[in-house]
């Protein structure tokens, strides 16, 4: 199947392929690079990208715009506050969830357009989703029929896609520090990176969750809106068709004057039939918009600290992003920077490139150019059990961290069964988990009343955490014949051997995500686990160490864990001896 790579932006999404060699970006149905993220509901039907763009100022009580900012979100998240002044349609709570929903169907487009067999996909989100709206966007492509291979920041998705295209043009040695920067519809983020031939390490990030290009054109609509109401003593306000239509001739208006000094500004009958047209130029945007540009420096200033860099330490500033063709926001950014921008990247289709490489790399059937990548997961989080000896600690925190996919293994003694679970770090006790797992099968040895148990945690891809395995481990005192070649009538000796006997532990996921693991995939590896376990039992006594080994891989394979090293060491023999085919 053709590995595919997607950009669901606020304002639009771009859908790229790996292909033919190399990576093309998908049109839409009428020959558009980039499809509105919009859903319309129509009294019959509904509507979706361009035919809901078309009829969403007739159609602005039924079209949902803005949907990427509340994927995942529960309903009494502070931000939905901030979010309602977007949306043109009320937000309701799911009653069964307790959440904002949102389905968002994206496989059509690539699929008619490809014909191809639409598979995999690797789909990026912003540095600021958490754990449950990761979950969220990775169930989103399960719905639309895709297999999300990966979950990747938006941010490094652009810089993988420059250190693999880029490739000949970085140093081999001596890595460069790249600041990457994109300004969207809806947020600005940064992350900084060390960059150099086939390697990329992210070293800091940080985001502006509230600031994008819906921010310029609502200040620009207020300017307007306050004007109207001065002039003609009408208020847009009152009414919502009114206020959006303001608010798209403000977008127009934002648009024109990246390009020239003044630009008009009408809307015909905008309220009981009142015309209104005016204008602005490029140095009254600039005043509107001086409460945002005051804070272009704060993310900046955030993921330098967070990368340990200063900001001389800085050898390029890559920009991408549609916002970030705003003069005035360009000046600010290379004022701060003190150097000039880059703009080696597409603007506006670098992340859905660089996602389709990243899925592509996932891929045993196309061949890639060999690029080492990691990334960064923004949320410090807090493991915990409950509390089996009265001293013992019973929590292990998380930092945040710049390089997953990584693996922990957390040990401690146990008397009995527990349950395991991952809230944030810092939110209390008692709220509710992001995950939760029950872990069965602590049986300590007889006559001892507690026993080693061994946890191992992984930080994936996709940035978020997983209960990999568990397990107990038994020292015993074995007898073993020693053999003395040449002394065939001496008497049989012996001596005793430590062995080291492991029982891989039962678990169940409780958390919302626990249908992530199809049913079968489920009953398999319960089947195995009970195989082995019974399997230890039996002849385990007796079976020789590589034995044992082969067993536990054998065991480990099946879970997720094992899964990321597997796949880890197919993408090496996947590019090892490959061509450079992705140009
Ligand atoms: P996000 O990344 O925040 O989720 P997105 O990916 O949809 O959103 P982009 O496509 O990067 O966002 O950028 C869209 C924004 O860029 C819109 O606000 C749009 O008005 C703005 N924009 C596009 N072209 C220009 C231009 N020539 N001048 C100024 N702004 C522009
Ligand atoms: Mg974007």
């Known amino acids: 199947s ?43 039907n509904r509507l979706i990208g361009e035919s809901a763009k078309n009829k969403q100022i007739s159609n602005v009580k039924n079209t949902v715009d803005n949907i990427k ?33 949102a389905k968002v169907r994206l496989g059509d487009t690539a699929h008619k357009e490809t014909k191809a067999n639409l598979e995999q996909v690797a789909l990026s989100v912003p540095l600021w989703y958490n754990e449950k709206q990761r979950h969220a966007a990775a169930d989103a492509c399960r719905i639309a029929g895709l297999t999300p291979v ?44 060390s960059v150099k031939k086939g390697e990329l390490k992210i070293l800091g990030s940080a985001y502006d969750k ?4 819906r921010d310029f054109d609502y200040a620009i609509a ?3 809106a306050k004007e109207f109401k001065d002039k003609k003593k009408l208020d847009v306000h009152e009414n919502p068709k009114a206020f959006y239509r303001v608010l798209v001739a403000s977008e127009k208006v934002k648009k024109v004057l990246s390009a020239n000094s003044q630009a008009p500004f009408s809307v015909e009958s905008l309220m009981e039939d009142v015309d209104f047209s005016s204008s602005l130029t490029r140095e009254e945007l600039e005043a509107y918009v001086q409460p945002l540009l005051n804070r272009v420096n704060v993310p900046i200033e955030a993921a330098l600290k967070d990368a340990g860099l200063t900001i001389e330490d800085i050898d390029s500033v890559e920009v991408i992003g549609g916002c970030t063709r705003v003069p005035s926001l360009k ?126 945690v992984g930080a994936n891809a996709s940035g978020w955490y997983t209960l990999d395995a568990a397990e107990t481990r038994e020292d015993t005192l074995v007898k073993v014949l020693v053999e003395h070649e040449d002394e065939e009538d001496a008497e049989p000796e012996y001596k005793e051997e430590k062995k080291n006997n492991i029982y891989e532990l039962r678990g169940k996921l409780e958390d919302q995500y626990k249908d992530f693991a199809s049913e079968q995939e489920k009953e398999t590896l319960t089947a195995l686990l009970l195989k082995t376990e019974d399997w230890l039992y039996d002849e385990g006594e007796d079976a020789k160490k590589a034995k ?31 061509q450079e085919r992705l140009a």
Do not use: M
Not at 8 to 17: E, H, M
Not at 403 to 430: C, H, M, N, W
């Open 2 to 44: 053709t590995p595919f790579g997607i950009d669901l932006g606020t304002s639009k999404s771009v859908i790229s392929a790996a292909r033919n060699g190399g990576i093309d970006v998908i049109v839409n149905e009428v020959s558009n690079r980039a499809t509105p993220s919009l859903v319309g509901f129509g009294p019959k």
């Open 69 to 101: 900012r509340i994927v995942g979100l529960d309903f009494d998240d502070a931000d939905l506050e901030i979010e309602k002044k977007y949306f043109t349609v009320p937000l309701v709570k799911d009653a069964a969830t307790g959440g904002v929903s």
């Open 150 to 193: 990966q979950i990747v920041n938006e941010v490094t998705a652009a810089a993988v896609g420059y250190g693999v295209f880029k490739a000949n043009e970085l140093p081999v040695d001596e890595p460069k520090k790249i600041a990457f920067i994109d300004i969207g519809h809806s947020s600005y983020q940064i992350s900084i990176a």
């Open 210 to 213: 509230h600031f994008g290009g």
């Open 222 to 224: 207020e300017h307007f």
């Open 331 to 456: 000046q600010k950014l290379t004022d701060i920077f003190g150097k000039p921008l880059s703009f080696t990247l597409n603007q506006d289709e670098a992340i859905a490139r660089g996602n389709a490489y990243i899925c592509a790399v996932h891929s045993p059937t196309v061949r890639v150019r060999p690029f080492k990548f990691s990334d960064y997961n923004q949320d410090a989080v807090t493991f915990s059990w409950d509390k089996q000896l009265e001293d013992d600690e019973n929590e292990i925190d998380f930092p945040r961290d710049h390089k997953v996919p990584k693996e922990f293994t957390i040990k401690f003694q146990a008397k009995q069964d527990f349950e395991a679970s991952l809230r944030y770090t810092g939110s209390p006790i008692d709220s509710k988990p992001i995950a939760k797992w029950q872990v069965k099968g602590v049986v300590p040895k007889e006559g001892e009343s507690e026993i080693e148990v061994k946890l191992y």
């Open 548 to 578: 044992y080994i082969a067993k536990y891989e054998e065991l480990a394979s099946k879970g997720t864990r094992k899964e990321e090293a597997n796949r880890q060491k197919q993408e090496a023999a996947n590019t090892a001896a490959l």
